[in-house]
Nanobody, 124 residues
Framework: QVQLVESGGGLVQAGGSLRLSCAAS????????MGWFRQAPGKEREFVAG????????NYGESVKGRFTISRDNAKNTVYLQMNSLKPEDTAVYYC?????????????????WGQGTQVTVSS
């Protein structure tokens, strides 16, 4: 089992930046592939970014490429999402997720563990 707790959300103006953190506890953190997803009201959950546990390979959703960066610190059991050049359409609840699968995953069903989410609101 692994427990995930997100933090760092808030209100920011368009063009601004935020960094989300996801603190993990429980099983060995480095054994997981980690991901960030988001869900806006009335919309489906959307893949944002993922990072592998063993070589830090990453992948991103098309809407955030070039603006968001995912990283991890296994020593701190923490994964980060640096969000730059934020847009109002980035407004959503952001969720951290963990998967036992080694390959990078974009589908939420491939992630077995989820945090409670943190709200990000971008004003225009």
């Amino acid at each position: 089992q692994v427990q995930l707790v997100e933090s760092g959300g808030g209100l920011v103006q368009a063009g601004g930046s935020l960094r989300l953190s996801c603190a993990a506890s429980g099983r060995t953190f480095s054994a997981y592939t980690m991901g960030w997803f988001r869900q806006a009201p009335g919309k489906e959950r959307e893949f944002v970014a993922g990072i592998k546990w063993n070589d830090d390979s990453t992948n991103y959703g098309e809407s955030v490429k070039g603006r968001f960066t995912i990283s991890r610190d296994n020593a701190k059991n923490t994964v980060y999402l640096q969000m730059n050049s934020l847009k109002p359409e980035d407004t959503a609840v952001y969720y951290c997720a963990a998967s036992l699968l080694e390959a990078l995953r974009r589908v939420g069903d491939d992630y077995g563990y989820w945090g409670q989410g943190t709200q990000v609101t971008v004003s225009s």
